[in-house]
């Protein structure tokens, strides 16, 4: 997976954007002014946006197995929920 980076841009000194950029597939995913509250945290949440989906995705497979064969060792009704949210939000991200 590739990794995006949230980097700091300055005109003179001023910090003025945060750049989103995917170093190996495109110069800039997005533009966050720097002068927006949370911009920093903002930029490096999108920034970490594939990783999170991965690991999202990952803990999905992972944790609906788990549902499905050993479903009366957990919270029924919280792994239902659970599991649905997280199938949510990866098809938000996908687009699905």
Known sequence: M????????????????????????APRIAIIPAD??????NAQLIASAPELLEALEGLFKECAMI??????????????????QAKEAIDRATNV
């Open 2 to 25: 590739n990794k995006w980076e949230a980097l700091e841009h300055t005109t003179g000194k001023k910090l003025d954007q945060y750049w989103i950029v995917d170093p190996k597939n």
């Open 36 to 41: 927006r509250e949370n911009a920093k945290a």
């Open 67 to 84: 549902h499905k064969y050993g479903g009366s060792i957990c919270n029924q009704n919280e792994a239902d929920l659970a599991i649905s």
